[in-house]
Nanobody
Framework: VQLQACGGGFVQAGGSLRLACVAS?????????TGWYRQAPGKERELVAY???????TYADFVKGRFTISRDNAKNTVYLQMNSLKPEDTAVYFC??????????????????WGQGTLVTVSS
């Protein structure tokens, strides 16, 4: 199983980016729950957004109303639309999947596969 996270880049505060997590053809990403994590320098990895196998979405409080997670089953891809970006959103963003029908799972140890990470830099 391979996950490829892409779409990161450099953006000014208030701008937008859309990240994509593309799964290899060996799996159906819809059969997995997907989480988008981020890790800033010197900080722990934190869960930002989550989509369950049923399509239910959950967000960390610090991104609610700004970020949207979605899934395109035909493209075997999960997206993270990030709007109104702030400098504190600067981090490496990772996608991860888990074989579970459960809801929000914040600990990285619950996830089975990880993408390689994509850097998001937001300037003030």
């Amino acid at each position: 199983v391979q996950l490829q996270a892409c779409g990161g880049g450099f953006v000014q505060a208030g701008g937008s980016l859309r990240l994509a997590c593309v799964a290899s053809r060996s799996i159906f990403i819809s059969a997995y729950a997907t989480g988008w994590y981020r890790q800033a320098p010197g900080k722990e990895r934190e869960l930002v957004a989550y989509i369950s196998t049923s399509g239910r979405t959950t967000y960390a409080d610090f991104v609610k109303g700004r970020f949207t997670i979605s899934r395109d089953n035909a493209k075997n891809t999960v997206y993270l639309q990030m709007n109104s970006l702030k400098p504190e959103d600067t981090a490496v963003y990772f996608c991860a999947i888990r074989r579970s029908s459960g809801s929000w799972a914040s600990s990285p140890r619950f996830y089975d596969y990880w993408g390689q990470g994509t850097l998001v830099t937001v300037s003030s």
